[in-house]
């Protein structure tokens, strides 16, 4: 391994000093971004901390998920082993010139029995790496929960399908704030709830696996994915609601919500394929989104699962509506929606059902990686601006994927940041309130649904390696290059 990396650092010397993605002159710059933009990266507990037995940290269901098979043997016991390495990668980010970077806390870390006492190690943990961000000029946004709920919820109660879990999450919510908050000025209460939710309580294929379906040990595919997001909505409103009143006026912060996004595109201008990715919008983005904007959840989805659909109190609903200072977008690709006949005796009452349509991913890129498709952020942008009032947006997830081999060359990823970047910074010039972009991600880590087979990281983690040495691909040597200041890039 030692002698394939060191041959393709020679290559990537070669890359860097020649291409002209690099050296030639192009048409913006770090400095074309409003005052105040913010550029960094982004990763979570799970998939970079590792010592998951270590220091108090119990499973999350993350863990349990991991440990069942579902990565063919890999886990994340070790991962990047940030937990003893994070003062290198401090330095790494200010290498690479971020100016914040995006992490998660391990609820399971801090407070290992989900509730309860707060374990001292992990905060001592927490503590050291927001100063040494801190130290090296970088801020800490941090995320509360990143899809690794404490397991020991799941087993009590089945965590976020029980309404018990707004008040454990606003009482963890409570000890995050209160311990850093001093120097954390940049919170998300949930990371992308619509894709845990449909993956782990729709379709199952995701953490904790509840659904309907035969390989499923429980859930209802019906009912718990809308119980689940609407306990996620209550939980985020009741954390908010205590951050504004208890420590906001004192510590000056700002706390949001983060959404996964696809672009969406018609199969067809057949009147059934427009209606169907309207469906989607509403089912994907409008489903959590439209009640904190709004108050409540959208027509379409009133009229599609009837009594099925939590319904908000009046005092949940003032609660809910406004509870977002920012709003979080991940986002990698667009994918094209046909309309879907799910009149069969034989279809089994499921969220994914209730939205009625087929999702055609894009197939015209190399295996592993995403098409650039760069207008599907952008009209996502247009949408939130048009629909939603145009409220303050951090891109927190954008990157691409490639084959997790080895390689420093990747020339791809390059090429996908030059364009989502470039139409970030178009969405703005036309009135987008976009306000920061995060690379995804720091670090090669466990990803969710493909484990370490493939990588969206800035640095190449060698896991052959007892000390998980880290390599800079050629996407951090430009990231780095372009977060100079006055450094044009095309």
């Not at 290992?112 to 801190?134: H, M, S, W």
Request: charged residues 20%.
């Amino acid at each position: 391994m030692k002698m394939k990396i060191t041959l393709h650092l020679l290559l990537l010397s070669c890359l860097f000093s020649s291409s002209p993605l690099v050296s030639g002159v192009g048409n913006f710059t770090r400095d074309d971004f409003p005052a105040g933009f913010i550029f960094g990266a982004g990763t979570s507990a799970y998939q970079v901390e590792g010592a998951a037995f270590e220091d108090g940290r119990t499973p999350s269901i993350w863990d349990t998920y991991a440990y069942i098979g579902m990565y063919g043997g890999a886990n994340g016991d070790v991962a990047c082993d940030q937990y003893h390495k994070y003062k290198e990668d401090v330095r790494l980010m200010s290498e690479t010139n971020l100016e914040a970077y995006r992490f998660s806390i391990s609820w399971s870390r801090l407070i290992p029995n989900g509730r309860g006492p707060v374990n001292e190690k992990g905060l001592q943990y927490y503590n050291n790496l927001i100063d040494e961000l801190i130290s090296h000029g970088i801020e800490p946004h941090v995320t509360l929960s990143h899809s690794d709920l404490p397991q020991a919820l799941e087993d009590e109660y089945q965590g976020w399908v029980n309404r018990k879990i707004v008040e454990d999450f606003t009482a963890y919510a409570d000890e995050c704030f209160k311990a850093f908050g001093d120097r954390v000025v940049h919170w998300t209460t949930l990371n992308e709830p619509n894709v845990f939710i449909m993956g782990g309580y729709d379709e199952g294929f995701l953490p904790p696996m509840h659904c309907s379906y035969i390989y499923c040990p429980s859930g209802n595919s019906s009912t718990e994915p809308y119980i689940a997001g609407h306990y996620m909505l209550l939980a985020h409103a009741s954390a908010v609601n205590l951050y504004r009143t208890k420590y906001q006026p004192t510590q000056h912060g700002t706390i949001g919500f983060n959404m996964y996004t696809y672009g969406l595109a018609p199969y067809s201008n057949s009147t059934e394929d427009l209606a169907a990715v309207e469906r989607l919008r509403a089912f994907y983005i409008g489903w959590l989104i439209n009640p904190l904007i709004f108050g409540d959840y959208p027509d379409i989805m009133k009229n599609i699962v009837g009594t099925r659909l939590p319904v908000f109190t009046e005092d949940e609903a003032n609660q809910v509506k406004g509870s977002a200072d920012f709003i979080g977008l991940n986002h990698y690709t667009t994918i094209t929606i046909k309309d879907r006949d799910n009149s069969s005796k034989n279809a089994i009452m499921s969220f994914s059902n209730d939205i009625g349509v087929s999702v055609i991913f894009p197939d015209n890129a190399p295996p592993g990686q995403f098409p650039v498709l760069p207008e599907g952020l952008y009209n996502v942008l247009e949408h939130f601006k048009q629909f939603y009032g145009n409220p303050p947006i951090y891109i927190h997830e954008n990157g691409q994927q490639m084959i997790r081999n080895g390689t420093l060359n990747d020339t791809p990823r390059v090429e996908y940041f030059q364009a989502f970047i470039g139409t970030v910074l178009d969405a703005i010039r036309n009135g987008s309130n976009t306000i920061g972009y995060f690379a995804w991600t720091l670090l090669d880590g466990l990803e969710l649904l493909s484990g370490y087979k493939s990588g969206f990281g800035l640095y190449y983690v060698d896991l052959d390696d007892k000390e998980r040495s880290r390599y800079p691909k050629y996407s951090q040597h430009w990231y780095a290059k372009f977060l100079q200041k006055n450094r044009a890039v095309i």
